[in-house]
């Protein structure tokens, strides 16, 4: 569905080029959203730079085989949204539990 759309908006051209950076805007965001840690500056590169490989490889699949990995991107980011907002408002209401207690 989303390959077909961005073949018809841009052409053939340079999709692989758009479907990569596509892939990686939304893996950056599940991996922000469900496996981000707090690390130092240096391994936080090496993380985004590991990233952009698997990208790369991911893009692949996505361009010559027509696998819907940008569909799964997008249902992966939903999902662990709906999972950190319901995590944020467990923590802020068992917090507010706690203040009223004391």
């Excluded at 990569?20 to 893996?27: A, E, F, G, R």
């Excluded at 985004?48 to 696998?67: A, D, E, P």
Aim: charged residues 20%; glycine residues 4%; positive net charge.
């Amino acid at each position: 569905m989303v390959f077909d759309y961005i073949l018809e908006v841009n052409g053939t051209d340079n999709i692989f080029w758009v479907f990569y950076v596509i892939n990686l805007i939304l893996s950056a965001i599940a991996y922000q959203l469900g496996f981000a840690k707090k690390l130092s500056p240096v391994k936080n590169v090496i993380v985004y730079i590991l990233l952009m490989v698997g990208t790369f490889v991911v893009t692949i699949f996505s361009t010559v085989m027509r696998m819907p990995t940008i569909e799964c991107l997008i249902v992966i980011i939903l999902v662990l949204g709906i999972y950190r907002f319901r995590l944020h408002r467990e923590r802020k209401n068992r917090q507010d539990v706690q203040e009223e207690n004391t």
